[in-house]
């Protein structure tokens, strides 16, 4: 079954969207960041949808291709290096991002507010190569035909 062009069109817009909101939280100092609570709170949740949806492109993109989902959301970077999808180099660097929401969405850790603030500059730099990356091989490969039938995933 080829890539589900829609699918990853919509992901990436909702990963920009909160890319979009991150970036005025991203401009304030670190000081800054740690006395305003709610910076920390909604940068969480925004790196959250953020790499979700990344894991969500990238299963999607190697099932497609017709290989075995991989065992976890950190194995689903790595494989996306492995199938030159993305630089191995920056699918390395988004593994960690992976470790990063488990922490947030399964509250495993306490969460250091200077994690979350380097995480963001990260982000703000990696994501938006990583949607090049993904946007370019799909294009290349022509796998990008939309569903026939209109259903979303």
Do not use: W
């Not at 991002?97 to 730099?125: F, T, V």
């Amino acid at each position: 079954m080829p890539i589900d062009k829609v699918l990853v069109e919509r992901k990436t817009a909702l990963i920009l969207e909160d890319i979009l909101h991150l970036e005025p939280i991203s401009k304030h100092t670190l000081t800054e960041f740690i006395e305003k609570y709610e910076y920390e709170v909604l940068s969480e949740r925004y790196l959250e949808r953020i790499i979700g949806r990344m894991i969500d492109i990238n299963f999607h993109i190697i099932t497609e291709l017709g290989h075995t989902p991989p065992r976890d959301y950190y194995g689903s970077f790595l494989q996306m290096g492995k199938l030159s999808v993305l630089p191995i180099a920056l699918s390395e660097k988004l593994a960690h991002s992976a470790g990063l929401r488990n922490r947030i969405a399964h509250e495993y850790d306490e969460i250091d507010e200077k994690q979350i603030y380097s995480a963001i500059k990260s982000c703000l730099k990696d994501v938006p190569e990583y949607l090049a990356c993904v946007r370019k091989f799909i294009a290349k490969n022509h796998l990008c035909p939309s569903p026939k039938n209109g259903k979303k995933r």
